[in-house]
């Protein structure tokens, strides 16, 4: 009897115990439960971002402020003016400036993206964007730039076509292709653009992100995130790669193959003709492409971040300014149709 009441005992003494450490566990495992949710929330709930900006002194602000608002006011009224011309003219009534009136469009939208933002933030020295805000600069920043790289590429092929192909050009290059080519360059653009940024929306970030740019680059706001972004990170690397790739082939194919049909019979005077022709948007081309290596592709090492951020403005806000001087100074047919406004309006009402 002895052994079976401390035998009883011992059991009940064991299960007293058990439940004591359930209860223990229970406890630790609400506090776990708490802190873990309050983690979760820290990563979700978060409202805003914190911008670096630029990496200039305080007392240059005011000076970066009034460049930056000069060279941005220059390549909105600059586009603008080109696309009026072209609507006004009717000699620029041709598939090359109805796509160039698209690229116009696209330049100024990719400067509107960082730029307002970047100049809001210098004036009143408040660095931080919203959530909402910054997913929307990753969209329309991804966007315009890929509708740019497919608009010159299908300037390229219409180039290919005039020089190439000029008997067959007009029957070839109709309105209607014209059109099929540039909504199929805005469609492809908002498909990718859509893919990049419904998979940052599933990225978490916790709360204070800081992100060390001026605006919200999708590759700087990956690294930012406290998330596996290694899909993310893989996706830009092929599908981003093969939309700088392809293109750049295709234009780069179709000046190759435009050089070598002029230098079977060369002449001075068809060589002019080519380069008038084709010059600017060659010109825009590598300065497009390259500005964009400069930036993603052969970026510089950690301690150097600050040239990343220069050719990233090189890219967003002196490339869509310069553009309009190439288009609107080296071409003949824009310069006569500037011309002709300007005769317009100076001469005497009848």
Known sequence: MPVTEQ????????????????????VMGV??????????????SVSEFLLLGLPIQQEQQGVFFALFLGMYLTTV??????????????????????????????????????VPKTLMNMQTQ??????????????????????DNLLLTVMAYDRYLAVCRPLHYTTIMKEGLCIILVAGSWFFSCVQTLLHTLLVGQVSFCAGTIIPHFFCDLAVVLKSSCSDTSFNELLILTEGGLIFILPLSGILGSYIRMAGIILKVPSFKRISKVLSTCGSHLFVVFLYYGTIAGAYFFPSSGNSKNKNIIASVMYMVVTPRLNR???SLRNKDMKHALQKIFRTKDSPLV
């Open 7 to 26: 035998a009883y005992l011992t059991h009940d003494d064991t299960f007293s115990e058990w439940e004591g450490a359930k209860a223990c566990f229970s």
């Open 77 to 114: 009224l600059g586009n603008l003016l080109i696309t009026l011309l072209i609507r006004l003219d009717s000699r620029l009534h041709t598939p090359m400036y109805f796509f160039l009136s698209h690229l116009t469009f696209s330049d100024v939208s990719l400067s509107s993206v960082p």
């Open 126 to 147: 408040q660095q931080s964007i919203p959530y909402v805000g910054c997913i929307s600069q990753v969209y329309f920043f991804i966007f315009f730039g890929c509708l």
């Open 31 to 44: 506090r776990v439960l708490l802190v873990h949710s309050t983690s979760l929330e820290n990563r979700s």
């Open 325 to 327: 001087f190439i288009y």
